[in-house]
């Protein structure tokens, strides 16, 4: 196994590394990661679907069938009243 050392950056508020494209493709790796902590390391496998897959296209099914009316309805908060929108 070849070791490779990666510097770790500064992005925004967060820290980062950025991992070179030959290392994702021996892998396969692409679009979505599944990040685990194992011991001392972080372990990048290949996620079996996005997190949110398939919510976009539920929701389009759930509308056209008219199923998307509000359970709860509307309400306010009683202190609502008072503040200027």
Do not use: C
Not at 52 to 73: F, N, P, Q, T
């Amino acid at each position: 196994m070849k070791r490779l050392q990666i510097a770790i950056r500064q992005i925004g508020n967060s820290q980062g590394i950025v991992i070179p494209k030959p290392l994702l493709a021996q892998i396969g790796l692409e679009g979505y990661a599944e990040v685990t902590v194992e011991g001392d390391a972080l372990v990048l496998r290949r996620a079996a679907k996005p997190a949110r897959s398939g919510w976009a296209e539920a929701a389009k099914s759930i509308a056209e069938r008219g199923d998307d009316d509000l359970v709860l309805g509307e309400f306010g908060n009683a202190s609502d009243e008072d503040l200027a929108w």
